[in-house]
């Protein structure tokens, strides 16, 4: 699966938000400074072409939706910044991120409990 740019993610994430839109729509939901229309427009159709989004035809224009769920890019940007900084081992991530975010017992301890309950169910 391709990697999105940082302009890209941000599209996606309006799509995944609110399910589908035309490029107006996406606009509206992008924080200020809005980028141009045909900015928005140029990077949904690179979006396209790297198969996250696809579209509809209505009336004169096109209703685009994701055709990725949010879940399933997610889980692979994880993995890929689990084996390109920390090996491929989870446990090296979670115990660079309890340094460097001074993760509390509690914290830990809730996240340990998601684990069991997921590895339970």
């Known amino acids: 699966m391709k990697q999105l740019t940082k302009a890209e993610e941000d599209i996606m994430q309006v799509l995944w938000d609110l399910g589908e839109?035309?490029?107006?729509?996406?606009?509206?939901?992008?924080?200020?400074?809005?980028?141009?229309?045909?900015?928005?427009?140029?990077?949904?159709?690179?979006?396209?072409?790297?198969?996250?989004?696809?579209?509809?035809?209505?009336?004169?224009?096109?209703?685009?939706?994701?055709?990725?769920?949010?879940?399933?890019?997610?889980?692979?940007?994880?993995?890929?910044?689990?084996?390109?900084?920390?090996?491929g081992s989870f446990k090296s991530m979670v115990s660079f991120f309890m340094k460097k975010n001074d993760i509390s017992i509690q914290e830990l301890e809730s996240i340990m409990g998601e684990i069991n309950k997921k590895e339970n169910s």
């Open 21 to 87: 839109a035309n490029v107006a729509a996406v606009i509206d939901e992008l924080p200020e400074p809005k980028p141009a229309y045909n900015t928005v427009s140029t990077i949904i159709r690179i979006l396209e072409s790297k198969e996250f989004v696809d579209y509809r035809k209505e009336g004169r224009g096109h209703i685009y939706f994701p055709k990725l769920k949010k879940s399933e890019y997610s889980n692979q940007s994880i993995n890929k910044l689990v084996d390109g900084y920390f090996q």
